[in-house]
């Protein structure tokens, strides 16, 4: 009886690793299984609803899971609630549907917690930065050949096609390096004998981040100099060595004069006239204050503004944006999270937002001292976060998503120190 009990088990944990692998290369390589038609495009809300029954049972044993759980449905709830204006309009569905959306990454932290764990979280990290380096090479040794294989529009800048990666996306690639830089540069415990370490890591990251492209990863760099230079003499000394050394890195090409210049052209076009510029996260972003400030504290509800399930909303008319081809065609409506939710949910949805973010992050310290994350990790993640919030779909696009609560829970690694990186290598 215990030989057919214990082959029972055995063939049970084959297929729950089968399918916990299945989950992580489906969360991983989600835009191009979409893309290439492989998997339908609501494949991840699937893979989600999973989660989320998966985490009902696991609360039972596990408290972090329990606690993230609990604000999951507290959150959903008001949220559900805040919305109560939308439901003539946009109807029960549609509201319900977007809130999920919205609180994909609570669900997505359950997942790389309870089944992951911060140890093989860590392990997939590294798996996920080698991976996206070396494609990344590929694509720009191929040029526009992974945009024609993924069916996906070739942008240029300074003269040369930017690499979309194995994530066959530009924001999404720069995304990865700087949410994995934050990890692997901040989220190690160091000493004063090897910061030097986090020197060469943070330039190594910086110079990935370059090649990419993407001007909202840059932010990686300041953050990161500005903890350093908080309390110490040599601090400032590193620090300055390393800003010296980027810009002569910088200087010797044009990338960094054409992203001051487009920057500034945009922000000048929002400000002029935000109904008729052609930055679409600026008129995202105008428009959200003017909705907080209008239906303050509530907002306009969920569905209705810069979300995925937000088509043809009554809000769009009533600012007189419902006839630009960005929101026909919704193109880049949703690039900015921080306008959707303060648009959809006001200043006090927005507050409550990130303080159950910062919840979130905080989870698996308020059961263990021993269970912790760097204070410079929590430091620079806020500042990306915050960064990327502002241009792009953090939350709300389950790859950023999934990137994001993945760093989280390997930041709580148990072996993710300057010294033992170091021994290993020996």
């Known amino acids: 009886m215990n030989i057919i009990v214990n082959k029972i088990l055995k063939l049970f944990s084959f297929y729950w690793l089968l399918l916990v692998f299945g989950v992580c290369i489906s969360l991983f390589l989600i835009a191009i299984l979409v893309k290439l038609s492989i998997f339908a495009s609501y494949i991840d809300e699937l893979i989600l609803f999973g989660i989320l029954i998966y985490g ?22 008001v949220f559900v609630l805040m919305s109560f204006n939308a439901f003539a309009t946009r109807g029960l569905l549609s509201v319900i549907l977007q809130v999920f959306i919205h609180l994909k990454y ?17 392990k997939f990290v590294k798996i996920i930065l080698a991976t996206t380096v070396f494609f990344m090479f590929i694509n720009l040794l191929t040029g526009d050949l992974f945009n024609v294989l993924f069916d996906t529009k070739v942008n240029m800048r300074s003269g040369g096609v930017r690499p979309i990666g194995i994530q066959a996306d530009t924001g999404s690639l720069g995304t990865t390096f ?40 840059l932010i990686l760099l300041p953050l990161v100099v500005i903890w350093w230079l908080r309390d110490s003499v040599k601090s400032f000394v590193i620090a ?83 006839n630009s081809r960005y929101f026909i065609e919704k193109d880049g409506i949703y690039d900015s999270n921080f306008a959707s939710l303060l648009g959809e949910f006001g200043f006090l949805g927005l507050l409550l937002y990130l303080f159950v973010f910062y919840k979130v992050i905080r989870a698996p310290m308020a059961y263990s001292r021993q269970t912790n994350s ?14 990327y919030g502002v241009t792009t779909p953090i939350f709300m696009n389950t790859y950023p998503a999934f990137i994001l609560v993945l760093v989280i829970v390997a930041s709580y690694h148990s072996n993710l120190s300057v010294d033992k990186l170091i021994q290993a290598k020996k």
Not at 184 to 208: C, D, E, H, P, R
Not at 374 to 387: N, S
């Open 178 to 217: 700087a949410l994995i830089g934050c990890l692997i540069i901040s989220g190690l415990k160091s000493t004063n004998t090897n910061n030097n370490i986090k020197v060469i890591l943070l330039l190594v990251m910086a110079f990935l981040v370059l090649i990419a492209s993407t001007r909202t990863a």
């Open 374 to 387: 760097e204070p410079e990790f929590r430091f620079v993640l806020f500042g990306v976060v915050f960064a």
């Open 106 to 122: 609570m669900l997505l932290f359950i997942f790389c917690w309870g089944v992951l764990g911060a140890d093989n979280s860590f």
């Open 56 to 77: 009902v049972i696991k609360s039972r044993t596990d408290k972090i899971v329990r606690n993230i759980l609990m604000l999951y449905f507290m959150l959903f709830a």
């Open 240 to 322: 300055f060595l390393l800003l010296v050394s980027s810009f002569f890195v910088i200087q010797s090409s044009n990338y960094m004069d054409e992203i001051i210049a487009i920057t500034i052209d945009n922000v000048e076009a929002t400000v002029d006239d935000p109904v008729a510029s052609s930055y679409i996260r600026g008129i995202m972003i105008y428009f959200a204050f003017e909705l907080a400030v209008d239906r303050f504290p509530l907002g306009t509800g969920a569905a209705t503004y810069g979300t995925v399930m937000s088509d043809n909303s009554d809000v769009y008319a009533e600012i007189g944006l419902q």
